[in-house]
C-alpha cells in the first residue's frame, strides 16, 4: 500500500539552528514525486519542496533542502538558520501517477515550532 | 495573481441542509482537486478533475459530488450534510507537465461545521 509516514507530532527548534523534518514512504511503484507543504497557523497550505524518484541531486529551494535516500525510502526536509516564522505544521506528501493525474497522498504532519 | 481562490471561508451548516463550495483558479491550469482535512490527519483526496466538464472519484467521495463547467471553476456540492463531513476543505490545482511531477497549489481552506 502506497504510504507516508511522519513520526514527529511536534519539535522545537532554537532561532537560527537547522532542524530536520523526518518522512519516510512506501510504495513499490518506481516513478513518484516527493513534496513537502507548510501550513502555518492561518490555514494555507504552502509548496515548499519537491524531489522526483529519478532525480540523482537532493532538491534545494533557498533554506529548505530535500534530504533524499532512495534505498531507505526517506526524504527528510531540512530547514537551515530557522527562523520564527517557519512556525507551522509541514506535510509530507507522495504523488503517483493514477493514469489520468497524480494524486497526493500525506502524511500526518509535523507541528514546528521555533523558539527565540 | 490570486492564484488559488475559495468561497466561502467559514460556513456552518444544520444536518440535512445543502451547500456548494466554490474554487476559483487563475493559472491557467488544468487539473483541480478537492481535499478535506481532519484533525490528526493529512489531506485526503474526495473528487478531481483533468480538465473542463471531466470529474473523477478520490479517496472519500461518498457525501459530495462535483462540477466544472468552466476550467478555471470547480464546484463541490454536499446534498446533505452530515456532521461527519465537517473538515476544512481545501482545493488545489496543477498544470499537467508529466504525470507524478506536477505541483499541486493550494487554495486558503474553507472551514465547514455540521451541527
Known amino acids: 500500500a502506497q504510504k507516508i509516514t511522519q513520526t514527529q507530532p511536534g519539535m522545537f527548534v532554537q532561532e537560527k539552528e537547522a532542524v530536520t523534518l523526518d518522512c519516510t514512504y512506501d510504495?513499490?511503484?518506481?516513478?513518484?514525486?516527493l513534496f513537502w507543504y507548510k501550513q502555518p497557523s492561518s490555514g494555507e497550505m504552502i509548496f515548499l519542496i519537491y524531489q522526483g524518484s529519478y532525480d540523482q541531486q537532493n532538491a534545494t529551494e533557498g533554506r529548505y533542502s530535500l534530504n533524499f535516500q532512495k534505498a531507505r525510502k526517506s526524504a527528510n526536509l531540512v530547514i537551515s538558520a530557522s527562523q520564527l516564522g517557519d512556525s507551522a505544521m509541514y506535510f509530507c506528501a507522495m504523488s503517483i501517477y493514477g493514469g489520468a493525474t497524480n494524486k497526493l497522498i500525506f502524511g500526518t504532519g509535523t507541528l514546528l515550532a521555533v523558539q527565540p | 495573481n490570486a492564484g488559488v481562490t475559495q468561497t466561502p471561508k467559514f460556513r456552518v451548516l444544520k444536518t440535512g441542509q445543502s451547500m456548494t463550495l466554490l474554487c476559483a483558479q487563475d493559472m491557467n491550469h488544468e487539473y483541480m482537486y478537492w481535499y478535506r482535512q481532519d484533525p490528526g490527519m493529512g489531506l485526503r483526496l474526495i473528487h478531481y478533475s483533468v480538465g473542463e466538464g471531466t470529474t473523477a472519484k478520490g479517496e472519500v467521495p461518498d457525501g459530495y459530488n462535483v462540477s466544472r463547467l468552466k476550467k478555471q471553476n470547480f464546484l463541490l456540492g454536499l446534498e446533505s450534510a452530515a456532521p461527519s463531513q465537517t473538515s476544512v476543505y481545501f482545493c488545489?490545482?496543477?498544470?499537467?507537465?508529466?504525470?507524478?511531477?506536477?505541483?499541486?497549489?493550494f487554495g486558503p481552506g474553507t472551514r465547514l461545521t455540521v451541527l
Open positions: 510504495t513499490s511503484d518506481p516513478s513518484y514525486g
Open positions: 488545489a490545482s496543477s498544470d499537467p507537465q508529466g504525470a507524478w511531477t506536477d505541483t499541486q497549489y
